[in-house]
């Protein structure tokens, strides 16, 4: 009986001990990014209605803004945009629901008019992207709409973001955010750190678009 308990025993832990490794190789023990520790290290944006965002452009060296009005955050996000670049372009942008779930390409051309997004976001990144980032430290997305699907990684947490806020002419320079690059450093996103609201602050993308105020 002894001998038979030893051998049991010896069992158990060689089946406990194959548990633990596959508990550890199949599910993560913590999150990349705590957001519960980091969002209050710093500050975060509330999206509104009528809420506007400007944005600098330097599109290889030819600089403008790029302003955007939410208008309906009813079953998705639909805004109005002006540029002014020489054609000041005007247009309005609605992403569905379902772009803003699971869409992995970014739409950044903007031709004016008004264009419906299903598959792709803009000046938003999707709650995958976001979680990704978050849970695995990385993301695929694609900034060319879906023509080529870039990984980028190294998820960090800052919280130095800074822009100007117009209606406290107050700076604000605590700006929670992930930031994230391409293995080779050409591809960079500065993504506010909510899983509600993952604006984007600063994208570069060979030109980059960087926040630099809210209305």
Do not use: C
Not at 31 to 58: C, K
Not at 99 to 122: I, P, S, W
Not at 148 to 158: C, D, E, K, Q, S
Not at 162 to 187: L, P, R, V, W
């Amino acid at each position: 009986m002894t001998v038979f308990l030893i051998y049991w025993g010896k069992i158990m832990k060689r089946i406990s001990l194959f548990a633990a490794i596959f508990t550890f190789f199949t599910f993560p023990l913590f999150a990349q990014i705590d957001l519960d520790e980091h969002i209050l290290n710093g500050s975060t944006l509330l999206n509104f209605e009528n809420t506007t965002y400007v944005y600098e452009v330097d599109y290889y060296g030819i600089k403008y803004d790029f302003i955007v009005t939410v208008k309906s955050l009813s079953d998705g996000i639909t805004f109005d945009y002006e540029m002014t670049n020489a054609a000041k372009t005007k247009g309005a942008i609605i992403m569905t629901k379902e772009a803003l779930e699971n869409a992995v390409n970014q739409y950044n051309h903007f031709q004016g008019g008004e264009k419906k997004l299903t598959d792709a976001t803009t000046v938003w990144v999707s709650k995958k992207v976001f979680n990704d980032l978050v849970e695995k430290g990385k993301a695929v997305i694609s900034p060319d709409g879906g023509k080529t699907m870039v990984t980028i990684g190294g998820a960090t947490p800052l919280h130095n973001f800074t822009m100007n806020n117009a209606n406290s002419d107050e700076k604000m320079d605590d700006i929670s955010h992930i930031y994230a690059e391409s293995e080779d450093g050409k591809i960079k996103y500065w993504i506010h750190m909510s899983e509600y609201h993952p604006l984007i602050l600063k994208m570069d993308i060979g030109w980059t678009i960087t926040l630099k105020e809210l209305r």
